[in-house]
């Protein structure tokens, strides 16, 4: 199958759903809809969420898919088939090896690699900065990362909001919390008419954001005759499993974790410097555009300017992309502009407001006091993590059953620096 044209299909077929959708809302604006009229609104708004889920599921598959084999066919031009395809086979047969006896202790898995490798790539890097980022000049050898930390990095990404909305990671050898400067107040400057008057003296001012990191697990068990058999790529489907099961949990914290025992989510936002959340007004109306309006300008102006971007959850797209540019958002053009290239790579996401929006699961529904949206610069969020992922290999757990046990583990943190840049609209009184 050609991933990319499907994908693109897919985007088609959903801007068509997209249009019927707005000719049905406009047939039926000013008046009450009959039953037949909101059950059809309804279908279509259930078939626009069915095929944003189908892009996401082949978002990652084209991604894999196209990153992987420009990186093969790099590999190529630079070092000749033989080396790669021997490198390759070494790599495979020394996972194996451990995989079967773990002979060599805990196996780290280098994750910075895999991330320089991707962001070179994302940017357009030349063949040439690709061989001085995969070349070891003091030992003569590749040293790209392996296939299992490809795909584990993959399934993380992909399952992780923050990486997606540009947070800001960093990496760190220790666990022990660390204190990032967080500015309270601008050096505000003076003006004076008069000659020989000294300018006053006005000082930024600073508090402290602590990173901490927590400990996450998984807990994977394979049958003994899977790792024995040689034609079963063990390390790719190991790094798929555990890089989703950790993503999965690890991303859930970083959206709506507390501070207390895991990481401040994203849209978490307090203390001192935090903006005053926008409101809907009660815990039964929904938010108009207006609101969504305040929203954008309640944040500082830079980061409006930089990178700004919007996180809901699905359902609450689903009202968002209704809203219209007149009358509170009942009349008028549409605000929604669904993108026909997303989840192509160089693609780019749906906009609201003229900001793209990124959806995650963990954000909350509608509901009584729910975070509807979080907007804003998201790269003041850092994401701290410890080292690479680790994964350690048990025979007794379950020796009964002919398996053997493989625990990844990582530690991982997340913080806000700059509570100005974002803000949440909240559906409250």
Do not use: C
Not at 190 to 216: H, N
Not at 223 to 249: M, P, Q
Request: aromatic fraction near 6%.
């Amino acid at each position: 199958m050609d991933i990319r044209a499907h994908v693109i299909a897919l985007n088609e077929d959903r801007a068509r759903v997209v249009s019927e959708l707005r000719s049905e809302l406009d047939a039926t604006a000013g008046r009450e809809r009959n039953q037949e009229e909101t059950t059809k609104i309804a279908r279509l708004d259930a078939r626009i969420d069915e095929l944003d889920a189908e892009v996401r599921e082949f978002v990652a598959r084209e991604t894999r898919e196209q990153e992987a084999a420009t990186l093969r066919e790099q590999s190529l031009s630079l070092f000749g088939a033989a080396r790669v395809d021997a490198r390759d086979k070494r790599e495979g047969d020394a996972l194996r090896i451990w995989l079967r006896d773990g002979a060599k202790g805990d196996l780290e898995i280098d994750l910075n690699a895999a991330m320089a490798e991707r962001a070179a790539l994302r940017r357009g890097a030349t063949a040439e900065e690709v061989r001085a980022m995969a070349w070891d000049a003091s030992s003569g050898s590749l040293v790209v990362p392996t296939n299992m930390a490809r795909s584990l990095f993959e399934y993380l990404e992909a399952s992780i909001a923050g990486f997606r909305v540009g947070a800001t990671t960093i990496s760190t050898t220790t666990g022990e919390n660390i204190q990032l400067p967080r500015l309270l107040t601008h050096s505000i400057g003076t003006q004076v008419s008069a000659q020989g008057v000294a300018l006053g003296q006005s000082d930024p001012t600073f508090a402290q954001t602590t990173l901490s990191t927590y400990k996450y697990g998984q807990l994977a068990a394979v049958a003994n005759e899977l790792i024995a058999d040689a034609a079963f790529d063990l390390g790719s489907w190991l790094g798929r499993d555990i890089g989703y099961a950790l993503g999965r949990v690890i991303d859930a914290d970083l959206i709506v974790g507390t501070g207390s025992s895991e990481p401040k989510g994203m849209s978490v936002l307090t203390g001192a410097g935090t903006n005053a959340p926008i409101t809907t007004g009660g815990s039964n109306i929904a938010p108009t555009v207006e609101k969504f309006i305040d929203t954008v300008y309640s944040v500082n102006d830079g980061a409006r300017d930089h990178g700004a971007a919007w996180l809901m959850k699905d359902s609450v797209v689903g009202t968002v992309r209704k809203l219209r540019d007149g009358a509170g958002g009942t009349v008028g053009a549409f605000l929604w502009q669904p993108s026909l290239t997303q989840g192509v790579i160089t693609g780019q996401p749906d906009r609201f407001l003229g900001y793209p929006v990124y959806t995650d699961p963990n954000m909350a529904a509608a509901g009584s006091n729910a975070t509807l949206a979080t907007f804003g610069d998201f790269s003041e969020y850092v994401i701290r993590t410890v080292g690479s992922p680790v994964i350690e290999r048990d025979t007794s757990v379950y020796f009964a059953q002919d398996q053997t046990a493989f625990r990844g583990k990582w530690r991982i943190g997340g913080n806000h620096t700059q509570n100005s840049h974002l803000n949440n609209l909240i559906q409250n009184v």
